[in-house]
């Protein structure tokens, strides 16, 4: 069973930068995309980016031009790249890995993913 485990999160302040890192351990399952969610307290779980094994990227129209979903095959990282960050990206920041290839779809929904990391909180002060 596939592990997945995120760090880089932290405070910083509006218009900052933080790069999350999500480690994959456990070769039992392939998956055809990984992305990043969030859930800010009261609010549902969104879909920020994802990325298909073919290289394939998707955003969230909230994150598009500043966030950057990337992935180091060799070291098995997932990272999310996340720049000019405003207070409303504070949440907790999840990284999950599923079998249905995204881009296609045009949307990022946490129905097709299976497997999900415990978090990394990022919190953004004005």
């Known amino acids: 069973q596939v592990q997945l485990v995120e760090s880089g999160g932290g405070s910083v302040q509006a218009g900052g930068s933080l790069r999350l890192a999500c480690v994959a351990s456990g070769y039992s399952y392939s998956s055809n995309s990984m992305a990043w969610f969030r859930q800010a307290p009261g609010k549902e779980r969104e879909g920020v980016a994802a990325r298909d094994s073919d290289g394939s990227t998707t955003y969230a129209d909230s994150v598009k031009g500043r966030f950057t979903i990337s992935q180091d095959n060799a070291k098995n990282t997932l990272y999310l790249q996340m720049n000019n960050l405003l207070p409303e990206d504070t949440a907790m920041y999840y990284c999950?890995?599923?079998?249905?290839?995204?881009?296609?779809?045009?949307?990022?929904?946490?129905?097709?993913?299976?497997?999900w990391g415990q978090g990394t909180q990022v919190t953004v002060s004005s």
């Open positions: 999950a890995a599923g079998r249905t290839y995204i881009q296609p779809l045009g949307y990022i929904d946490s129905f097709d993913f299976d497997i």
